[in-house]
C-alpha cells in the first residue's frame, strides 16, 4: 500500500480542498483524503513542474470518472493558471 501526506500550504485552494476532503474508512479507522477533484488538480500541478509519466497516467486515470466536478476543475485550474495538456477537453 501506497499512500502520500500532504502539507497544507495557506492559500484560498489549499483551505477549499482541505475542506472538501472526504472521509473514509481505510483498515477500520476513520481517515480523510483528497477528493478526486483536489487530487486531479494536484497533480495538474505536479505534472506541470515535472512532466512525470507517472502523473500523466494518474491523470488519465483519474479523468475517466464521469461524476467528476469538471467546472470546479477548470475553475481552479485557471485560477491557478495550470496547463492542462488537452487533459480536460471533452
Known amino acids: 500500500i501506497r499512500y502520500d501526506f500532504m502539507v497544507y500550504q495557506d492559500s484560498d485552494y489549499n483551505w477549499t480542498a482541505f475542506q472538501r476532503r472526504v472521509q473514509v474508512n481505510f483498515f477500520d479507522t476513520k481517515c480523510f483524503i483528497s477528493s ?3 487530487l486531479i488538480i494536484s ?7 515535472s512532466q ?3 502523473q500523466l497516467e494518474d491523470l488519465k ?12 476543475i477548470k475553475n481552479w485550474v485557471a485560477k491557478l493558471n495550470l496547463k492542462t495538456y488537452g487533459l480536460l477537453e471533452s
Open 52 to 54: 512525470s509519466d507517472k
Open 36 to 38: 478526486k477533484e483536489d
Open 61 to 72: 486515470f483519474l479523468l475517466l470518472d464521469k461524476s467528476l466536478k469538471i467546472n470546479y
Open 43 to 49: 497533480k495538474l500541478n505536479w505534472y506541470n513542474i
